[in-house]
């Protein structure tokens, strides 16, 4: 009974548009009250245990470490780096938009982030170029969401948690997986542009490399102190991100003098504000994924599946496509806490390395970014051009979101591109 007015209530919230964290609160909520037989007082402790963790500390930092360094002007000059790196070949605007992407997403680790902080430049820039409204709106909406899969990334420290991973080394796990999305893109718009005859204006010289280089070293430095900090045993990934933080504030200050007291605020503000909305969304699907623990859900689900898939190439197969309809209907970190143990058993009976699972996981969640009815990029990215209407955006995301799958599937069958660095690094 408790799982089928949990199922319902989750159902119909959704379906009345509310908030994902009321829904999965009231929903759990609801289920106990509605069965009787355990302290509603177990709820909220349970809530209260999903977020007493050091580990989960590092969202809010790494939060505020990437609001820091936008408000701070390190996307402009990532932006005039890429510009002098691939702004001069077919489609330059659109590839400098991805690399730029690529660039701010070792900083940030979120993807509406990181969509706001290159799109807010690039959009207007690659329509004055004359590239189609929609299809400069949709590139940022798709490259934006390599900011949860290059680390630092928020979706990692949320799957490390739920199942116990190691969070380093997802972070070095996503590294090459990554990198692989942005150049798929930037092979598309290459492709696209010269069928278009999107040529770049744009004229790239080696002077200009260089002075580009090093205006950006600062923001480049980053992700290397972050990383190397993680691999050479010196801080913890939740150490790291509060070390990022002060190394924000240092250049914002310092170097860049960008930043003042007035968008410091601003940056803790908006970094704040979302972190509570995450931090309560994990607080209720960890309640959640308590119920259906209890209920023995994940052990029936694992059974089911083991049933229906005869191989681990047909399971993972059968994972994929639950964490793509899941991803175009709920919240990623609640979807990963939720589903993250539920898959546990699962894993550890077929032999699945978590490590490779992980990066699978996050990647389907963050094509769920780009999928209605939730797609969250998309209106992220619909905001930087309000004129445009969504179903624009999604008919022009669609064969971006095509190349993606693609991707998928190889990270999904060849472990490898996300476990070589482990050898080296972990």
């Known amino acids: 009974m408790v799982v089928q007015v949990l199922s319902f209530a989750l159902a119909i919230l959704c379906i009345m ?3 994902i964290a009321i829904c999965l609160g009231a929903a759990s909520f609801l289920a106990l009250y509605m069965d009787g037989s355990v302290p509603l007082l177990l709820l909220v402790q349970r809530m209260f245990t999903g977020t007493d963790s050091f580990t989960l500390l590092a969202i809010p930092l790494f939060m505020i470490a990437g609001r820091l360094m936008e408000w701070g002007g390190i996307s402009k000059r990532l932006i005039d780096l890429s510009m002098n790196v691939v702004g001069g070949m077919y489609g330059g605007l659109a590839n400098v938009s991805i690399l730029a992407c690529m660039f701010f997403a070792a900083i940030s680790g979120s993807a509406p982030a990181t969509v706001v902080a290159i799109g807010s430049i690039m959009v207007p820039a690659m329509i004055k170029e004359g590239y189609g409204k929609s299809f400069s709106v949709a590139i940022l909406a798709a490259a934006g969401i390599i900011g949860v899969i290059i680390p630092p990334s928020i979706l990692f420290v949320s799957y490390g ?14 590294i090459i997986p990554g990198v692989i999305m942005g150049l798929s893109l930037m092979l598309f718009c290459y492709i696209v542009s010269r069928i278009n005859g999107w040529k770049s204006s744009v004229k790239p010289t080696f002077r200009g490399f260089l002075s580009s280089l090093k205006k950006s070293i600062w923001g480049l430095l980053m992700p290397i102190i972050i990383l190397g900090g993680i691999y050479g045993g010196i801080f913890t990934p939740t150490e790291s991100a509060a070390v990022a933080c002060i190394y924000s504030l240092f ?6 003098k960008e930043l003042n007291i007035k968008n410091t605020y601003i940056s803790f503000y908006e970094a704040g504000t979302t ?3 995450v931090l309560l969304i994990i607080a209720t699907a960890t309640a959640m994924g308590w119920i259906l623990t209890t209920e023995q859900v994940p052990l029936m689900i694992a059974e ?5 898939a005869q191989s681990r190439y047909s399971l993972l197969l059968f994972l994929n496509i639950m964490l793509l309809v899941t991803g175009c209907l709920m919240e990623p970190n609640a979807a990963i806490i939720i589903l993250g143990p539920i898959f546990l058993p699962l894993l550890q009976q077929a032999n699945i390395d978590l490590i490779h699972f992980g990066v699978v996981m996050v990647v389907n969640m963050a094509i769920g970014m780009l999928t209605p009815p939730l797609g969250v990029n998309l209106f992220v ?10 179903k ?15 991707n998928l599937m190889l ?16």
């Open 17 to 19: 548009n509310v908030p």
């Open 251 to 256: 250049v914002g200050f310092f170097v860049y």
């Open 275 to 277: 972190s509570a909305m």
């Open 392 to 406: 624009s955006i999604i008919s022009a995301v669609t064969p971006m979101i095509i190349v993606l799958l693609v």
């Open 161 to 174: 948690v739920s199942i116990g991973a190691s969070i380093g080394k997802l972070f070095i796990a996503g």
């Open 381 to 390: 990215a619909q905001s930087l051009q309000k004129d445009i209407p969504i």
């Open 411 to 426: 990270f999904t069958y060849i472990p490898a591109i996300s476990t070589v660095l482990l050898k080296y690094f972990a």
């Open 304 to 308: 089911a599946l083991s049933s229906l």
